[in-house]
């Protein structure tokens, strides 16, 4: 199972994530195919869209609900982009 930090708000979250190092980096991305995110249990869960904080530690976290008061760590997890028919 994957490791999460939970907080009443997601400024919280951020803060709690820099406890154990800085955030160094965020991308979020939108795609109307949707992302495929595989974790390491082999569970497949679809997005429309992406918020994805790095933190000095090279690990790499993520909100998965849309209440975003969970991130969890998602290094070890496989993103996929679906294929539309025309390619």
């Not at 569970?43 to 909100?63: G, K, V, Y």
Request: glycine fraction near 4%; hydrophobic fraction near 30%.
């Amino acid at each position: 199972m994957s490791e999460t930090i939970t907080n009443e708000s997601f400024q919280d979250l951020i803060d709690d994530l820099t406890v154990d190092g800085p955030v160094v980096g965020e991308k979020k991305f939108d795609i109307d195919n949707f992302f495929q995110l595989k974790d390491p249990e082999g569970q497949t869960t679809e997005f429309s869209h992406i918020d994805i904080l790095r933190r000095a530690d090279e690990t790499f976290w993520m909100p998965l609900e849309t209440d975003r008061h969970t991130i969890t760590n998602i290094t070890d997890y496989e993103i996929f982009i679906n294929k539309s028919e025309n390619g």
